[in-house]
């Protein structure tokens, strides 16, 4: 994939002029799974693998690059080298080849569980680096570059935008609307084994599944278009449900179980990862005790890393 | 291969209008709703290999599922050969059908019931004869319900959650693939379904039937009765009368099986006031010019006009009325020989 070039889109000064490049910051926000993902249909007919992201904006990576004269960047922690090459494609994407510098990363996401914190470091140092320059990204821009530095990309580069992303090509199949309904999740991990998402084997869907995914993905968009935190809850429940057939989670019936028994909207997971949630709408009856209840039946039946947080839901309830 | 622009076209065609009938009442009005399952079919057939690239159909159907297969092979260059009974198909239908290219077999059909039995030897002759050829098979193949997730789709886009389904059958495919959908989302949601006197699909025995395009005299794979809350058997004589309103009222100009089925879903709607009711509407009323949308023609028919009664009359036992009836039971998601021994 090649990273598209635009008018407005960083090409400021494409003649030759040595660019003089600041100390540039980029933050990205992680996520906490997805309420959907499966194969959806492009435009073109094909199907694509893609999904919908659940934000999670209490967590986020900075990245900070502090340009120097010299051709080749270094990176701390030293094996975030996806991150290190985004800036270098970022920088050329700019117009400013063979340009370096030192690349930090400070995350509070944790690695291998689903939170998205490999992409987030990639997003975030997009962003420095396109700082550092004067320029400013598209948020497709940001996406395409985020898939050259690593094979596989999250949709962070949307932020809390609802897209269908197809995550292998970095391209948007749906726009949803302006914003994600407001949300109250009680997250936490099902499993405690990191897991190499890049070398997992691929779900293969089976035709009933592909034609649900279709129906599901209208319904997201309905639940978008109402705000509709019900609607919503139902579609990240029965892509879990699918989810379990390619990567069951440990204890899933006893989720569901909980989910109904804490009037939950649904349980969302992570298709590639340990995490998962249970959502709740926070303007519903009794919404603060029915999130203490259930994160205390979770933590009881030994989930662990049990935590809440909310989706633009203005502010913790 | 079939030229993009036209398969887009015929992709259109294959989608409904929404027609907000009451503030709770919606219709999917189709032009030609068998478009949708009979591309789907033929898809699925080209991916599996079963169908190749310039292969031979056949298929037994004297509606309009015959239509939609001859449109889709004369647009993407299939010889098609249809099987049909006399008494189902006349001469300006079956020319329609001719001049898109579909060879038309015709079994004689004296009782009236479609001639099902000698149609389907009819159409294995030509299968025997023509190996490689590929037969749809609408009625037992799952694909026909596979392929209306598109319609759950633009239900669920267009309307958001759905209480009450309503809608007619003949195949099973159109009601069940769609409730199959719906009922995963909303697992709540009631299914109603529209049959008409003397088909078979939820216990008549077979007879002669006044109303076309629903009901059946042999029993499809694609019916899963276990979807099914509530059947409602509507005669030809209410059937046609509501289309006749929909076309005077509303602007629908829609086939008999959709009055049938704007008929039940009047009354559901007038039942529930509270919930969002989805009717499925299947085809235009082109076809019906010289039959229900003919006053001359009707006067020829017994009982016409009928009386126009509130509302159906609720049955405990299955049996056949008349073609002025309209009756309906409580079927409670039971399977055929589960309502049949609880009756």
Not at chain 2, 116 to 144: C, I, S
């Amino acid at each position: 994939l090649v990273a598209q070039h635009s008018p407005s889109d960083g090409q400021i000064c494409s003649s030759g002029t040595a660019r003089e490049l600041t100390v540039g910051v980029g933050r990205s926000i992680a996520h906490h799974g997805e309420l959907l993902q499966g194969v959806f249909e492009g435009a073109d007919g094909r199907l694509r693998r893609a999904l919908l992201t659940l934000p999670y904006e209490q967590r986020n990576a900075t990245a900070t690059f502090w340009p120097d004269s010299g051709s080749s960047v270094r990176v701390r922690p030293v094996d975030r080298t996806k991150a290190a090459a985004a800036v270098v494609l970022t920088l050329a994407h700019i117009g400013l080849e063979r340009r370096g510098g030192d690349l930090t990363l400070e995350s509070a996401i944790s690695v291998g569980h689903g939170y998205g914190s490999s992409t987030a470091d990639v997003i975030a140092a997009i962003r420095a680096a396109a700082s550092s320059a004067g320029a400013m990204l598209s948020r497709s821009t940001t996406a395409s570059l985020a898939i050259r530095a690593e094979a596989a990309s999250d949709a962070l580069a949307y932020g809390d935008q609802p897209v269908l992303f197809a995550h292998r090509e970095g391209t948007v199949l749906e726009h949803f609307g302006a914003e994600y309904p407001p949300l109250a999740v009680v997250g936490f991990r099902a499993g405690r084994t990191a897991i190499d998402t890049l070398r997992m084997p691929r779900a293969r869907y089976s035709p009933p599944e592909i034609e649900l995914f279709r129906v599901l993905r209208g319904l997201a968009s309905r639940a978008m278009e109402d705000q509709d935190p019900a609607l919503l809850g139902r579609v990240a429940t029965i892509s879990s449900q699918v989810s379990q057939r390619h990567l069951p989670k440990p204890g899933f019936e006893h989720l569901l179980q909980l989910a109904e028994e804490t009037r939950a909207c649904g349980i969302q997971v992570s298709h590639s990862g340990t995490v998962a949630g249970l959502v709740f709408d926070p303007q519903s009856n009794g919404v603060r005790r029915r999130l203490i209840q259930a994160a205390k039946l979770l933590h009881g039946a030994g989930f662990e890393d049990v935590t809440s947080f909310t989706v633009g839901a203005g502010g913790p309830l | 291969v079939t030229p993009p622009c036209l398969s887009r076209y015929l992709a259109s065609y294959e989608m409904p209008r929404f027609a907000q009938l009451r503030p709770t009442l919606h219709a999917a009005c189709f032009p030609l709703m068998k478009l949708l399952p009979a591309r789907f079919m033929l898809d699925r057939a080209e991916a599996s290999g079963q169908l190749d690239a310039r292969g031979h159909i056949a298929e037994t159907t004297s509606g309009s599922f015959g239509l939609a297969l001859a449109l889709l092979a004369a647009a993407r260059g299939h010889e098609l050969t249809l099987v049909t009974a006399s008494g189902l198909i006349d001469p300006d239908f079956k020319h329609r059908l001719e001049f898109l290219g579909a060879r038309l077999l015709v079994a004689s059909d004296i009782g009236g019931t479609g001639g099902q039995g000698a149609r389907l030897e009819m159409l294995k002759a030509v299968l025997a004869e023509r190996p490689g050829t590929f037969w749809p098979h609408q009625y037992d193949n799952l694909d026909n319900a596979l392929a209306y997730s598109r319609l759950a789709e633009l239900i669920v886009r267009a309307i958001g959650r759905v209480d009450h389904l309503v809608g007619c059958v003949g195949s099973g495919g159109s009601l069940c693939g769609t409730a199959g959908f719906l009922r995963n989302l909303f697992p709540q949601m009631r299914v109603v379904a529209v049959d008409t006197h003397n088909s078979i699909l939820f216990g008549h025995s077979p007879g002669k039937r006044l109303l076309r395009g629903l009901g059946n005299s042999i029993l499809p794979a694609n019916l899963k009765h276990e979807l099914v809350d509530e059947v409602h058997w509507v005669g030809a004589l209410p059937a046609f009368a509501q289309a006749r309103a929909l076309y005077r009222g509303q602007g629908i100009y829609a086939g008999p099986t959709s009055g049938a089925a704007a008929r039940v879903a009047y009354w559901v709607a007038d039942r529930h006031p509270e919930t969002s009711v989805v009717v499925i509407f299947p085809d235009e009323g082109y076809r019906y010019q010289q039959t229900l949308y003919n006053d001359t023609w009707l006067d020829t028919v017994a009982g016409w006009p009928p009386r126009l009664t509130g509302g159906p009359r609720r049955v405990d036992r299955i049996a056949p009325g008349g073609e002025a009836d309209w009756t309906y039971f409580n079927w409670r998601g039971r399977s055929l020989e589960e309502a049949l021994a609880d009756v």
